[in-house]
Nanobody, 123 residues
Framework: QVQLVESGGGLVQAGGSLRLSCAVS????????MDWFRQGPGKEREFVAG????????AYADSVKGRFTISRDNAKNTVYLQMNSLKPEDTAVYYC????????????????WGQGTQVTVSS
């Protein structure tokens, strides 16, 4: 059984930074591609960033490229999302997800999901 638990969300002013973490309970964590999605108020869930099983390959949505960085520590079974230069439009519930391919942008391609963590960016 694979469980994902996000943490690190909160309220931050525009221009600020937050670091999200996702702890994964899985013996096979290093074989799972990990991604971050987000869902804003009244919006569909959207892809934010993905990282391959080894951590060597990453992918980002255009809206966060250059501001967000995804990383993982396979020794700690944890994936991170460093978010800098935050904007009010980044306000959303952020979810980590696990699957076979890090670059897939459709939520239906991911088997494992966390419960989400709220990120609110004030202007």
């Amino acid at each position: 059984q694979v469980q994902l638990v996000e943490s690190g969300g909160g309220l931050v002013q525009a221009g600020g930074s937050l670091r999200l973490s996702c702890a994964v309970s899985a013996r096979t964590f290093s074989s799972i591609a990990m991604d971050w999605f987000r869902q804003g108020p009244g919006k569909e869930r959207e892809f934010v960033a993905g990282i391959s099983q080894s951590g060597r390959n990453t992918a980002y949505a255009d809206s966060v490229k250059g501001r967000f960085t995804i990383s993982r520590d396979n020794a700690k079974n944890t994936v991170y999302l460093q978010m800098n230069s935050l904007k009010p439009e980044d306000t959303a519930v952020y979810y980590c997800a696990g699957g076979a391919f890090y670059y897939k942008t459709n939520p239906s391609d991911y088997r494992y999901w966390g419960q989400g963590t709220q990120v609110t960016v004030s202007s």
